[in-house]
């Protein structure tokens, strides 16, 4: 071995850091325990999960969640691995369900010329369907390749949305038009077929770990190292024996295939299409699971699209995205408030302005303070008479709601000790606002939620819960 | 002495900017040449035409067959690997897989026989990675050990363009052209690369062409050099005569203004 350089100190300083006990296991078994491992791991709990008793609800959760995880798979191709921004990828995701929809089900061609349709077997529409889907990857990876950067995504939003546009606006006699098409056969080959929800849980599960290991392959193979050559460097990829535009419309028709085979389950589990299933929401959606997991890694599409999923799921319900919220404003408040004496004020003084608000308010006018908070359960018992929310609070939870923007902007602009002052009645606001009014909607309130978390992960890890740092040439 | 590499009057003109002028130039096996010249000559522009991004008129031959017209991964393949002036790693990646990635060209299992680790694949995969530790090795201890799985953007300045020249070496080529490998380098690097171009041809039997900026450097390595300037040759010969050429000086600094009177 040869002694040691100042390069390898350098090197070795990772070793020389105090951890934390915990923190020092953690890092142990991450070194410890390969991929292949942790992706049995994966699958057991994937299993095991099914097997808890699920209710309705939490079923379709740990579906979607499975569904957003091979979406964001595909999408890491295209997006985190060769560096296409492709706002178009939701259309090979309704290509896929609408391919499925067509070849096992009555509609094909059953309303002009009664046929009774195609009822091909899974097995056979499904190979079908990832076929189409690659040929027309490669079709528009074609396209794309004249383009590169902002103009690739523009032109590419504007395909996926042709998408819709054709499917709902084409004959309803041949793709159903804004009614979708529906009552479409289940997966069935050789005599079974799948009904439940938690059957298509179980295939989703096997889609998932079976991609998995496929991409985990790919990534480490000459295509996967010229994917990301091509989006590091284009030229450089250029004259190192790598055909660019044949690697961008590999990865194009690769991303197309796996949102395609995402539609098929989805088309199946469902049982009918919608046009509306594949809108520009669920793109930012499936972008959202991409970019909070970590572009560029398998296991942080994953996870991103498990995150969101449940994310999502627990704001529709009032006392688990009153725990998100609230849990959210302590987390960013325990994260960025520094020193901690700091902290020791802040807090006693939104405690105090809230009562002390409330307290006045509740002198001058009664009905005022007459409403109740959204939030149900012990959190809405414990601020009844914390927030100040009248008994009509529509008209005042809008106003309210930019005053809170208002202040928020404030806050970002202030520094040192003022922002901190600030901080106290941005917060209240927040929370008047939340109660007497975002919680009324949680449509809404789901979409600006999931914004909020965003915007805390680009401040406390840029790269995605599990993504790796990464360095844009300039 | 057979020339591997072959320019017959090639021209390239950006708009009305004549960047290369009929220009002749033969390299021939096993020699190291070097090319001169002032800021903006066409030296660049002699690397990119030769590589393939820019299509230039004339002819340009490598091993006797003409590639002008080629796309660049192809010229790449058939020999002619390239550094960059300017360092064009893949920063994200590692150092062993920017080495990995300059031999796609010459391995050649489907994504579905490298998901399935086929035979193919598998062998392949050996072979790359073989090839990755030999050319790695090639610098000793520079870019060795836990330097391989490092991400290139943490190198130093000095490691990169060593990885620039890995990368050149891992693509299979058998003639380099190096875009002034010892720009940015403290004199000790300098003369480090100085001998480690003279062991790239002595050891690997490789053929060189190094545009190059420091005279040192360009006296230690070369065997010919070509004065290049407003895209037409000035001269050529050996290190002393294309130093010691009036117009070579000229070119550089300037026409003597006792000459001018006179």
Redo the contacts between chains.
Sequence with gaps: M?PI?VD?WV?RSGDRREESRWRALLTRVDERVGWWPRLGILALVGFIYGHLGLNVNEQDVAFNAVLYAILALGLNIVVGWAGLLDLGYIAFFGLGAYGYALFSSHAFGSLVLDTGGVHLPAVATIPIVLVAAGIVGVAVGLVALRLSGDYLAIVTLFLGQAFAEVVNNVDPSVLGGSNGLFALDRFHSFGGQITSTLGYYYVAVIVLIVLMA??H??DR??????W??V???P??????????NAVKV?AFS?GAIVAALAGTIFAAQQDSVFATNFSANVLILIYACLVLGGA?GIAGAVLGGIVVTVAQDLLTSPLDSAYLFYGLILIVLFARVRPWRYLAAVIPAIVGLGFAAHAIVGAISHTAVAGSPGSVGWIGSALRHYVIVPANSLTYGNILYVVMIVALIAVVQLKGVRRLIAVVPTVYIAICCWEARLTVDPGITAQIMIGAILIVIMGARPQGLLG?R??E?V | MASLLELDHVSHAFGGLRALHELDLNVAEHEIVSVIGPNGAGKTTLFNVI???YKPGGDIRFDGKSIVGR???R???MGI??T?QSL??????TVK?NV????????H?T?LE????LPR?RR??RE?EERANDVLGFFG?RLQG?RHD?PA?SLSYANRRRLEIA??MA?GARLLLLDEPAAGMNPNETHEITELIGRLRTERGYTILVIEHDMHVVEGISDRVVALDHGEKLTEGTFHEVANHPEVIEAYLGRNPEALQK
């Design positions: 040869a350089g390898e090197a496929a991409l392959m790919l193979s000459r295509t996967g190292r010229a990301r050559a989006r590091d460097d030229l450089a990829a250029q004259v190192m024996t790598i055909p660019v590999m690769f560029g790796t990464r360095v040439i | 590589t393939g991004i796309p660049p991964h010229i790449t393949q690997a390239r960059f064009r790693l893949f920063l994200n990646m897989e990995k990635a300059a031999t796609y060209g010459g391995t299992a994504p490298s998901m399935l680790r694949a392949e995969e790359v201890q836990y490092q953007y990368r050149a693509t």
